[in-house]
């Protein structure tokens, strides 16, 4: 296995054509009286898309069910107003109340998903059996677990809200149901986006610059699918396990999307991070993705070849080039 050096995360094409975002699915209300606020959600649809074979881990992206997902990243407001809204409470970076939500654990996000789902009388998606707020979970039995698309025994069958698995989030930052293309970035080209300190232009992301994160709804320009700072902004955690299994709670956890401060490399397809389930960093955050159409075509998986380092708690993984 030939190991790469990608730089430490937490420090510091094809044919172009012209492509329309995806409307939003809807706005949600979470919470009461002070501590009340909103989420956006966008539609994911094109069910059974193809795999993209290109990306890491290949292949990628596949998801056989219409879901949503979150349009922005969960902002220190939302997550400020969760803490006080029940009994736990989990320290966070603190930049402003339209940053993006940054050192929380993969832990931390999943607790802060689960209350989501049980204030509006949903199931708990994870499996915390410890009032502990950074100890790990326990997996589901694959009677209660997650089955659309494949056995997931991290989520529970009948959450409605919970963090996007690696490939609902590589859908939604790379696929053009457009033109049922998989880009490189999460743009709405498909190609490197211009790198921007804030704004919502087209094709630009927030990257490349040592200022901080933008606000969430000012972190560059929108996927195909009509969802913002999949790009640059803050990296975020993904559901699945770094080994694809989601076998047991202590494993590492994906991180993707690259952030403020890191260079194209880390927005594309190609590039691919993880951590302990109970490590935060600076420049990791989460969005929320949730409950749309059902479906019950299993969805396979694989492994690849990996390239891999790990610095500072972070691997770094890089689909090796085909020789």
Same mark, same amino acid.
């Given at each position: 296995m030939r190991r790469i050096s990608i730089g430490l995360l937490a420090s510091a094409g094809f044919l172009t @054509? @012209?492509? +329309? !975002?995806q409307a939003d699915a809807g706005v949600i209300t979470f919470g009461s009286g002070a501590n009340k606020f909103e989420m956006t959600f966008v539609e994911i649809g094109s069910p059974g898309n193809a795999d993209d074979l290109t990306g890491y881990p290949s292949p990628a992206g596949k998801v056989e069910y219409t879901y949503q997902m979150g349009k922005y990243e969960v902002s220190e407001d939302m997550f400020t107003k969760f803490n006080d809204s029940q009994s736990l409470t989990i320290t966070t970076d603190t930049r402003g !109340?339209?940053?993006p939500v940054t050192y929380v654990s993969w832990n931390e996000a999943a607790r802060f998903v689960n209350w989501l789902n049980t204030s509006q009388g949903f199931q708990a998606a994870y499996n915390f059996t410890t009032s502990v707020v950074n100890n790990n979970i326990d997996v589901w039995s694959s009677g209660e677990a997650w089955q659309l698309g494949g056995q997931n025994l991290y989520r529970h069958k009948d959450a409605h809200y919970w963090l996007p698995s690696l490939d609902e989030?590589?859908?939604?930052?790379? %696929?053009? !149901?457009? +033109? &049922?293309?998989? &880009?490189? %970035?999460?743009? @709405?080209?498909g190609s490197v986006p211009a790198a921007v300190s804030s704004g919502t232009a087209d094709n630009t992301a927030v990257f490349t610059l040592a200022q901080g994160p933008a606000d969430i709804t000012q972190a560059g320009g929108l996927s195909p699918f009509g969802i913002m700072g999949l790009g640059g902004n803050v990296s975020e955690w993904e559901e699945t396990s770094v080994d694809l299994s989601n076998s047991t709670g202590s494993s590492n956890r994906g991180i993707r999307g690259g952030f403020w401060d890191g260079n194209s490399v880390f927005l594309s397809s190609s590039f691919w991070a993880d951590s302990d389930p109970a490590g935060g960093f600076i420049s990791? &955050?989460?969005r929320v993705a949730s409950l749309s159409s059902p479906a019950t075509v299993p969805e396979p998986g694989s492994l690849v070849v990996w390239s891999a380092i790990c610095v500072g708690g972070l691997c770094y993984r890089r689909r090796r080039a085909r020789k």
């Open positions: @054509l @012209l492509v +329309t !975002p !109340p339209n940053k989030w590589y859908k939604a930052a790379y %696929y053009n !149901p457009n +033109t &049922g293309v998989y &880009g490189d %970035y999460p743009s @709405l080209t990791v &955050g989460f």
